[in-house]
C-alpha cells in the first residue's frame, strides 16, 4: 500500500476515494498531520492508474463525473457486502461442520465402511490363523514383484478386489481407532457434500492408487485405511483452496499436523517406537486425493 498524493479537503478524499473504488481500485483516505488527506492505494499494480486519476482529478475537481462516479461507490460497496455474507455463510469452518456432524448419523457408506473394518478386525486380532488366513485372502497380493515381474499374480488372475481390499484391515487397537475416527469425521462430511457415489468413487481411486505405490515401494505386507484418509484430507484441502463453491476448507491446523505425521513417518522416529508406517500409502494417497480436487467430475450436491 503507498501514498500516490494528497487532496485538500476531507469531501474531496471521499469523493475521490469513491471514485477509484467504482474504477476498481481498493484505497483510503487518511488525514494527514500537514492538514491534508493523503490517498493510499492497495495494489501496487493500479499505481500509475490511480496517479493518473488523481491527475485528472486535481485539474477539474468540479467535474460532474466524479460526483455522478462516486455515487455508484455506496451501492457497489453495499452488494460486496451481501456477496461476502453469502460466502461466509456458505463456507463454514471445517471444523464446526465435523462437530456437528460428529452428532449425527453417519452416512450410509461411511458407516458400512466402519463396521465392515470393524467385522474383520475383530476375528483377526483373535487368532493369528484367522490373522493369516483374512490377510491370505484381502491382501494386495501373498507375492512381492522379483526379477523384474510386475508382480501382483492374484489380481492378473481377476482377484481385482485385492486392489482396494487392504484398507479394510487393521494390526491393533491404536491402529484401527484413528483411522476409522478419522474416515468417520472425513467420509462423513464428505457423503453429506456430494453424496455417497462420488465418495466412493473417490475412495476407489484413493485407495488402488495408494495399495499399489506401497506395493512396489515396500512389498506386500501392508494393511489399513490411513492411505484413503490421508487423499480425503488431500482432497478436501485442495478443494477448500480452489473451489469456494465447495463450502468446506481445511484448517490450518490439521494441514500442519497432516504434513508433521508424514514427516515424522518418513524421518523413522515412529517406526523407532514400534509402529508400522506405510509411509508410502500416505504421500501416494495425498497425492491423488489432491489431484481429484481438480477434476470437475467431483461436484458437491448441497
Not at 467535474?63 to 453495499?78: L, S
Not at 512389498?219 to 485442495?238: A, K
Not at 523413522?268 to 489431484?291: F, K, Q, Y
Request: proline share 3%.
Amino acid at each position: 500500500m503507498r501514498v500516490i498524493g494528497y487532496l485538500n479537503g476531507e469531501s474531496a478524499a471521499r469523493l475521490f476515494v469513491d471514485y477509484l473504488y467504482v474504477k476498481g481500485v481498493e484505497s483510503e483516505a487518511e488525514w494527514d498531520s500537514s492538514e491534508r488527506w493523503a490517498i493510499w492505494v492497495h495494489s501496487e499494480e493500479q499505481l500509475d492508474f490511480a496517479h493518473r486519476l488523481l491527475g485528472e482529478f486535481n485539474a477539474n475537481p468540479g467535474d460532474p463525473r466524479f460526483a455522478t462516479e462516486g455515487h455508484k461507490a455506496a451501492a457497489m460497496r453495499q452488494t460486496t457486502a451481501k456477496d461476502d455474507a453469502r460466502y461466509q455463510k456458505r463456507v463454514k469452518g471445517f471444523a464446526e461442520m465435523v462437530s456437528s456432524l460428529s452428532q449425527a448419523q453417519s452416512g450410509k457408506l461411511t458407516l458400512g465402511l466402519i463396521i465392515t473394518c470393524v467385522a474383520i478386525f475383530v476375528p483377526m486380532i483373535s487368532s493369528r490363523a484367522l490373522w493369516e488366513q483374512i490377510f491370505f485372502w484381502l491382501s494386495i497380493s501373498n507375492f512381492a514383484p522379483v526379477g523384474g515381474s510386475i508382480g501382483l499374480p492374484e489380481v492378473l488372475q481377476g482377484q481385482v478386489w485385492r486392489l482396494v481390499t487392504p484398507i479394510l484391515m487393521h494390526g491393533g487397537f491404536i491402529h484401527i481407532f484413528f483411522n476409522l475416527w478419522w474416515l468417520k469425521a472425513l467420509g462423513g462430511i464428505l457423503e453429506w457434500k456430494m453424496g455417497w457415489r462420488p465418495l466412493l468413487a473417490l475412495i476407489i481411486v484413493i485407495a488402488v492408487g495408494s495399495n499399489l505405490a506401497q506395493y512396489y515401494a515396500g512389498g506386500h505386507r501392508f494393511l489399513g485405511i490411513s492411505g484413503v484418509v490421508f487423499g480425503l484430507l488431500g482432497f478436501i484441502w485442495m478443494k477448500g483452496k480452489h473451489d469456494p463453491n465447495f463450502g468446506l476448507q481445511l484448517p490450518q491446523a490439521i494441514v500442519f499436523m497432516m504434513l508433521l505425521w508424514l514427516f515424522l513417518g518418513y524421518s523413522g522416529v515412529l517406526e523407532r517406537s514400534g509402529m508400522a508406517i506405510a509411509n508410502t500409502a500416505h504421500s501416494a494417497g495425498l497425492i491423488i486425493g489432491m489431484l481429484c480436487a481438480f477434476l470437475p467430475v467431483w461436484r458437491s450436491d448441497r
